[in-house]
């Protein structure tokens, strides 16, 4: 079997008294998208940035192979996003990606080229010549992402792409992530925003205070939260909440208003017989259903893990 591109193993970190990261280990394919999932403080960044040998692990191993023969990556090969946007203030932001794409191995020209490409991408070439303070947030956001991704790096680290993107900037993201796994390039990136993360995420890594506490493929990660489906009903007023949380494969109840609830099944419950059963207790008015959704099975995750 061909070796990861990345490969960590029982990663430890400790700042002083607190324990950013607590043995998390895992691997990342060539050319996939690997989400980290956490709250604040769960050790996402910290890890990220052992990735980058910006900090060092107090214990375990990392491995990168981003060619497939073993060669030792050099700064070309990885892009960064960092958690903190942090840009030269004066320098005009066509510039500034071009130098980044310099920083990292380009020649000049190819660098201003790219930087143009990048600026024409994202919907930023009429800013290429004003400095980035005079641009908004998401706008910086771009920016900063375009300098990540100007030398068209094989494995790109990028902490929190999401935050600050209108839902326009972060379907043109997700477009631009599905591109960059399209070519090849290895993508870990860490995320709060679990609607977007689970339309792109080949594989997920939910942690919670610096440990594991779910990992692999969507379906993965439902199954083993035993989280299968949402199934909600419109039944006709008063729900029968009791008897509804009683029904065999439904694991828990949400009641709504005018006779809506949601019913989460366990993984792989059938939905007639449970919908037959609902309808022997009202009249059922009407019905939706769709897979459990990352956001259920992260909240509950990490609320189990708390304890
Ligand atoms: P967020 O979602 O808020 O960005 P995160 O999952 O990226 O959080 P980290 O930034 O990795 O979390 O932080 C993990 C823990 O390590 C936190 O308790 C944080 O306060 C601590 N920490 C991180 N970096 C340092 C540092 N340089 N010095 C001291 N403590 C640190």
Redesign the pocket.
């Known amino acids: 079997m061909a070796s990861p591109a990345v490969l960590a193993r029982s990663l430890v970190?400790d700042?002083?008294r607190?324990?950013?990261?607590d043995g998390l280990g895992f691997s990342v394919a060539r050319g996939e998208i690997f989400a980290?999932l956490?709250?604040?403080?769960?050790?996402?960044?910290?890890?990220?940035?052992m990735l980058l040998s910006l900090?060092r692990p107090d214990s375990g191993t990392l491995e990168l192979d981003l060619h497939g023969d073993g060669r030792p990556a050099s700064p070309a090969d990885v892009g960064y996003l960092p958690?903190e946007r942090g840009l030269f203030r004066e320098a005009p932001v066509g510039r500034t990606i071009a130098y980044f794409g310099v920083l990292r191995g380009l020649p000049r020209r190819r660098a201003e080229a790219e930087a143009a490409a990048w600026m024409a991408r994202l919907g930023l070439e009429q800013r290429a010549h004003e400095k980035p303070d005079a641009l908004s947030k998401g706008n910086q956001q771009k920016v900063q992402l375009a300098a990540a991704l100007v030398h068209r790096p094989r494995l790109a680290v990028l902490?929190?792409p999401f935050s600050g993107l209108d839902p326009v900037n972060q379907e043109l993201l997700l477009e631009i992530l599905r591109e960059l796994r399209d070519a090849g390039t290895t993508v870990l990136l860490?995320a709060?925003q679990m609607q977007l993360v689970e339309r792109i995420a080949d594989h997920l890594l939910i942690?919670e205070s610096?440990r594991e506490v779910l990992a692999g493929t969507l379906d993965e990660v439902r199954r083993a939260a035993g989280r299968g489906t949402r199934l909600r009903v419109r039944m006709r007023p008063p729900l029968p909440v009791e008897a509804l949380t009683r029904l065999a494969g439904v694991e828990q109840v949400e009641a709504g208003e005018d006779g809506v609830a949601d019913l989460l099944l366990g993984n792989g419950t059938e939905l007639g017989p449970v919908l037959g059963e609902v309808a022997r207790l009202g009249p059922v008015l009407a019905v939706h259903s769709e897979d459990a959704a990352l956001h259920d099975i992260y909240l509950r995750a990490v609320s189990e893990a708390r304890g």
């Open positions: 970190k700042f002083g607190v324990r950013a990261v980290l956490g709250a604040n403080g769960a050790g996402k960044t910290t890890t990220l940035r900090v958690e902490d929190e860490s709060h942690v610096g």
